[in-house]
T-cell receptor, first 115, second 114 residues
């Protein structure tokens, strides 16, 4: 079975605080991709990052960073110096490298950044 | 590249009515996916097409749901005899031939069944 768990339903921070969104996944596949998407109030899913199961290197992109640890099946997302524009729902997703590449999403974490 | 478009953006219908949604993928993307997102949840896979062939359907896709992609370009998702439980956001995504994992999402169609 494949599953993505985002235990944090909602997080509220004050602008400029750092915040980490947790993601834990389950899969029996040895090859897979992990993703983070952002869903602003407009509703459209915006792709943020993709990592494959072969590459555990952490990644930084501006104020965003991602920590992938296969040993704990986690793929956490940190926003440094949060801004009001970061307010959105964030989804972690998984897809095995099989024929369909259908995405399996977590239930999302709603981030509210207060001025 | 105009992105994935969906029409309508919002639909309100009465229980028992039929509704049809349309998705136009990014041109030359040969895969098209449909997902459903209910309030407070992440999107769930419904079905996908490669060109005009429907290759997989989720158990979520009851016999009241039918999807088509007749010419391998746009796709339609029809729900017959709508129920209140069908109220959700219906999302469409497309992906290019050599990078199926790279799914580009449309803005979604929000369905409300009263």
């Amino acid at each position: 079975a494949q599953k993505v768990t985002q235990a944090q339903t909602e997080i509220s921070v004050v602008e400029k605080e750092d915040v980490t969104l947790d993601c834990v996944y389950e899969t029996r596949d040895t090859t897979y991709y992990l993703f983070w998407y952002k869903q602003p109030p407009s509703g459209e899913l915006v792709f943020l990052i993709r990592r494959n199961s072969f590459d555990e290197q952490n990644e930084i992109s501006g104020r965003y960073s991602w920590n992938f640890q296969k040993s704990t099946s986690s793929f956490n997302f940190t926003i440094t110096a949060s801004q009001v524009v970061d307010s959105a729902v964030y989804f972690c997703a998984l897809t095995p490298m099989d024929s369909s590449y259908k995405l399996i999403f977590g239930s999302g974490t709603r981030l509210l950044v207060r001025p | 590249d105009t992105g994935v478009s969906q029409d309508p953006r919002h639909k309100i219908t009465k229980r028992g009515q039929n509704v049809t949604f349309r998705c136009d993928p990014i041109s030359e993307h040969n895969r098209l996916y449909w997902y459903r997102q209910t309030l407070g949840q992440g999107p769930e896979f419904l079905t996908y097409f490669q060109n005009e062939a429907q290759l997989e359907k989720s158990r979520l896709l009851s016999d009241r749901f039918s999807a088509e992609r007749p010419k391998g370009s746009f796709s339609t998702l029809e729900i017959q005899r709508t129920e209140q439980g069908d109220s959700a956001m219906y999302l469409c995504a497309s992906s290019p031939r050599d990078r199926y994992y790279e799914q580009y999402f449309g803005p979604g169609t929000r369905l409300t069944v009263t």
